[in-house]
C-alpha cells in the first residue's frame, strides 16, 4: 500500500442563510436546535470522509488521502467551511510520498506550509502522525492524531481553522479488503472568520465529538451503526448557539440528532432534516 500525504484547501466565499432565524448584528438570536442539528451532523460525517482531516471512505487505505478542507460556518459564516463548489475557490496544496506502511510502522511529524498567490494567503501548521496495527502480517487497521490550523485570507475574507483528531480505525475482517471497520475517538474544530468588506460580518464556532465504536461499510460508503456525543458553541450574524447532545448513525446516510430531548433526521448528503 502506497502511503501519500495529500493536503487540500478549498476556500469559498458564500454565506448561508437561515431564513428561519431573525438576524441583528448588534443583539444576534439564539439559533433553532433544529438549524444546528444539520450542521453538526454535516460537520462529523465530512470531517471523517474527506472534509477535515483523514479521509477514512477508503478505509484502511485511508492514509494515502489526508485532506484539510475548512468548513463549518454554515451557521452564518462564510461557505468555505461548507465545501460547495464555486468558480471562486481559491486552491493551495502540497503532496508528499512516503515509504510503503509496515506493521509497526510509526509517522510522526510536523507542517509548516504557506502560500500566497492570485490575491490570497493561505497556510497550514501543526503536526501529524499515523501508527500501523496487523493481525497475522496483515494490516488491520491505524491510529490517527493531528492537530493542525489552517489560515486563510484574501482581499474579502479573512479566517483561522483548527482541527484535531486521535482515531482509531479497525477492520473487522482483515482477511477481507472491504470489511466493515469499527472507527472510534475524538474530534475537535473550531474556527473565527471576518468579512473584510460590506457589513465586515464576523463569527466563530467550535464543535467536539467522542466517537463510540461507529460501523462503516467502506463497500456501501456508509457508517450503518455508532453513536457520538457532542458539544457546540458559536456565534454568527445570524445568531448565537450553545447546545449538546447525541448523534445516532441509522444507515442508509441518514442520523438521528438529538438536542434538548428532541430529535432530528438529517440526511448526510444533503443535510435535509425530516
Known amino acids: 500500500m502506497k502511503l501519500k500525504l ?5 476556500f469559498i466565499g458564500i454565506a448561508v442563510a437561515f431564513t428561519a432565524c431573525k438576524k441583528s448584528a448588534s443583539n444576534p438570536s439564539t439559533l433553532a436546535p433544529k438549524d444546528v442539528a444539520t450542521q453538526v ?3 462529523v460525517s465530512q470531517s471523517l470522509f474527506g472534509g477535515l482531516g483523514v479521509d477514512l471512505s477508503n478505509g484502511l487505505d485511508a ?3 489526508f485532506a484539510v478542507n475548512p468548513r463549518g460556518g454554515g451557521l452564518g459564516g462564510p461557505r468555505s467551511l461548507s465545501a460547495v463548489h464555486n468558480k471562486n475557490i481559491s486552491r493551495g ?3 508528499a510520498g512516503l515509504a510503503n506502511p509496515d506493521c509497526g510502522l510509526v509517522v510522526d511529524t510536523t507542517l509548516n506550509f504557506s502560500d500566497t498567490s492570485n490575491g490570497s494567503a493561505t497556510s497550514i501548521a501543526g503536526s501529524y502522525g499515523f501508527s500501523f496495527t496487523c493481525t497475522n502480517n496483515v494490516v488491520s487497521g491505524f491510529n ?11 482581499a474579502s475574507v479573512s479566517f483561522t481553522y483548527k482541527v484535531a483528531e486521535n482515531l ?3 477492520s473487522l475482517n482483515p482477511s477481507i479488503d472491504d470489511s466493515n471497520l469499527s472507527i472510534k475517538g475524538s474530534l475537535a474544530s473550531n474556527g473565527s472568520y471576518q468579512y473584510l468588506t460590506g457589513t465586515k460580518k464576523s463569527g466563530s464556532e467550535v464543535f467536539n465529538y467522542t466517537l463510540s465504536s461507529l460501523i462503516y461499510s467502506p463497500a456501501t460508503g456508509n457508517i450503518v451503526s455508532g453513536s457520538a456525543a457532542f458539544t457546540t458553541t458559536g456565534s454568527g450574524p445570524n445568531g448565537t448557539w450553545n447546545y449538546q447532545g447525541t448523534i445516532t448513525f441509522l444507515g442508509n446516510q441518514m442520523a438521528k440528532v438529538t438536542i434538548n430531548g428532541t430529535a432530528y433526521n438529517v440526511n448526510l448528503q444533503t443535510g435535509v432534516v425530516s
Open 63 to 65: 492514509p494515502s488521502s
Open 168 to 170: 482509531t480505525l479497525l
Open 93 to 95: 496544496s502540497v503532496l
Open 6 to 10: 495529500k493536503l487540500c484547501l478549498l
Open 144 to 154: 490517527t492524531r493531528d492537530n493542525l490550523t489552517i489560515s486563510f485570507s484574501n
Open 41 to 43: 451532523a454535516l460537520n
